[in-house]
């Protein structure tokens, strides 16, 4: 059907928007995200305000909305733009078409932890013990200090005794190692799906998440603690993959919801670079810490309540930081984020 046919022959017809395109209007611009095909798309707010108004009037209602000619030419040439990127289509019943539910949970009391390993000797079996009891599916084991292969090795082999879906290495990068060296060590243990090695003399990623099962990426950065973290740019960002994933970022913390760590001296708290703690592992447990509410409170903090991050078009794709924020404040915007939604510039 040609273009210039939609305006006249669909007037009767809603434009729908797939139900995995996901729209985030901002300060200055808006995303329109989609998510199957992992791409983003930056439109202006007015055409937000127009794909919105497109989920509850028919083409012909939104034509009769536009006062000027070229308002009507871009509404057209949108509809045109739209249908070629396969990011909707024309339908008689938007009914039929419903918006995904945004609703999330997880049967897990805890689905996340990260463990921050530098001098003092964790009793990684009881830590390990008390995750799994927590159905906990994601591991973080971070090192500060240079270990042995062997040492990580035994435990990947000790994590392998639970039901962990996933175990990701920070670990410095080993001289001796070649690239094949990693990947095959990263191979023997399929649950090992991101081995991140910093300290490396070059940025680089050996294997894709895409291409395998698994990830390894190699980065010049530096962290020898973790105050090397909450760094917000766009390599930190991330299409989410799932509509679960979409919806868990839109209604909770991006980083701490349904998390627990572990700091390298035993303290549990939300985050380890967070001041807060609840109690060290050595004398009280994750579940204990787990019930109290003023632990599960931050989960709730979504990118929606957060100073200048509510008024950001990349909110909903944000790796957010609550332990380094601009003013201490829980609500303050992330201290290492160096984006301007006001300008929609990077610092």
Avoid at 117 to 126: C, G, L, S, T, W
Avoid at 192 to 202: E, H, K, M, T, V
Avoid at 282 to 307: A, M
């Amino acid at each position: 059907m040609a273009v210039a046919t939609y305006i006249n022959s669909e007037r009767n017809a809603y434009l729908y928007l797939y139900a995995d395109c996901f729209l985030t209007k901002g300060y200055a611009r808006s995303v329109l995200v989609d998510r199957t095909e992992q791409e983003i798309y930056f439109i202006t707010n007015d055409t937000y305000d127009l794909l919105k108004m497109c989920r509850y009037k028919k083409i012909g209602e939104v034509l009769d909305t536009l006062a000027s000619q070229e308002d009507k030419e871009y509404f057209n040439e949108l509809i045109n733009w739209l249908i070629e990127c396969s990011l909707a289509k024309t339908v008689k019943n938007i009914l039929l078409f419903p918006e995904i539910n945004m609703e999330w949970d997880h049967p897990s009391v805890i689905t996340n932890a990260i463990v921050d390993i530098r001098n003092v000797a964790h009793d990684y079996k009881d830590i390990f013990f008390q995750l799994n009891q927590l159905a906990c599916e994601c591991i973080q084991l971070r090192f500060y200090k240079h270990f042995p292969m062997s040492y990580y090795t035994e435990l990947l082999l000790l994590a392998n005794e639970f039901a962990f879906k996933s175990v990701q290495l920070v670990i410095s990068f080993y001289e001796t190692y070649t690239s094949a060296d990693y990947i095959r060590f990263q191979k023997k243990f399929p649950f090992l799906d991101y081995l991140i090695l910093y300290s490396a003399p070059y940025d680089d990623v050996l294997i894709n998440q895409q291409e395998s099962y698994g990830c390894i990426q190699l980065t010049t950065q530096s962290v020898d603690s973790c105050a090397s973290c909450g760094i917000i740019n766009m390599k930190s960002m991330s299409i989410p993959k799932t509509p679960q994933e979409y919806s868990e970022n839109y209604l909770y913390n991006s980083c701490l919801n349904r998390k627990i760590s572990i700091d390298e001296y035993g303290n549990i708290k939300n985050c380890p670079s967070m001041k807060k703690s609840y109690g060290n592992i050595c004398d009280t447990t994750l579940e204990e810490v787990v019930k109290q509410q003023s632990f599960k409170e931050i989960w709730n903090i979504n990118k929606d309540k957060i100073n200048t991050c509510k008024v950001c078009e990349f909110r909903h794709m944000c790796s957010d930081c609550r332990a380094y924020t601009t003013d201490g404040g829980l609500m303050s915007k992330p201290l290492k984020c160096n984006y301007d939604p006001y300008t929609t510039t990077f610092n």
